[in-house]
Antibody, heavy 123, light 111 residues
Framework: QVTLRESGPALVKPTQTLTLTCTFS??????????VSWIRQTPGKALEWLAR???????YYSTSLKTRLTISKDTSKNQVVLTMTNMDPVDTATYYC???????????????WGQGTLVTVSS | QSVLTQPPSVSGAPGLKVTISCTGGSSNIGAGYDVHWYQQLPGTAPKLLIY???NRPSGVPDRFSGSKSGTSASLAITGLQAEDEADYYC???????????FGGGTKLTVL
């Protein structure tokens, strides 16, 4: 059974760095083709893909946010970590991690999602 | 402004059919990249509904189907049920942005 769960602070202040952890089970991120992405959903419900890390440690970032994002994995702990620097109120959103079983450079569908974690950016 | 354009809302009576469109451009759907569809029930995470344009994951009823043509894709839902009331999102890849893109979402109301 595949599960993913996001964890991290519910509230961060403007200019702070956000660190989110995705803890998963039921699959291994060392399996060829596997990858995990971070996706956020604004209060207005728009979905935005943020970053992805592959089984072979290849990393991909949203063009508009790449200067602020870092994604990493700890295969032994079954965790993927996303950091986002210089947080702003417009970054207030629900952050999801999601799995793709057969990642390619241009095709990524998300077959399992975590339940999401709401992050509010406010002073 | 989402790269993929969806109607904000659609509605239909129980038992009938609705179609949700997803319009892109030459750097995403029109370039041949696959389209995927998600269903998001209130208060839950999105769920994969259709992958690679027209394939259903195990457990998704065959009332749901997808198609793609040119720079657009569509999700069709037949035999509408009250439980289908949800938000629906399309997703693809965009070569100009070098990343995954989503539609703005469509709220389906079952009358």
């Amino acid at each position: 059974q595949v599960t993913l769960r996001e964890s991290g602070p519910a509230l961060v202040k403007p200019t702070q760095t956000l660190t989110l952890t995705c803890t998963f089970s039921g699959f291994s991120l060392s399996t060829s083709g596997m990858c995990v992405s971070w996706i956020r959903q604004t209060p207005g419900k728009a979905l935005e893909w943020l970053a992805r890390i592959d089984w072979d440690d290849d990393k991909y970032y949203s063009t508009s946010l790449k200067t602020r994002l870092t994604i990493s994995k700890d295969t032994s702990k079954n965790q993927v970590v996303l950091t986002m620097t210089n947080m702003d109120p417009v970054d207030t959103a629900t952050y999801y991690c999601a799995r793709t079983e057969y990642c390619t450079s241009t095709s990524t569908n998300f077959d399992y999602w975590g339940q999401g974690t709401l992050v509010t950016v406010s002073s | 402004q989402s790269v993929l354009t969806q109607p904000p809302s659609v509605s239909g009576a129980p038992g009938l059919k609705v179609t949700i469109s997803c319009t892109g451009g030459s750097s995403n759907i029109g370039a041949g990249y696959d389209v995927h569809w998600y269903q998001q029930l209130p208060g839950t995470a999105p769920k994969l509904l259709i992958y690679d344009n027209n394939n259903r994951p195990s457990g998704v009823p065959d009332r749901f189907s997808g198609s793609k043509s040119g720079t657009s894709a569509s999700l069709a839902i037949t035999g509408l049920q009250a439980e289908d009331e949800a938000d629906y999102y399309c997703q693809s890849y965009d070569s100009s942005l070098s990343g995954v893109v989503f539609g703005g979402g469509t709220k389906l109301t079952v009358l």
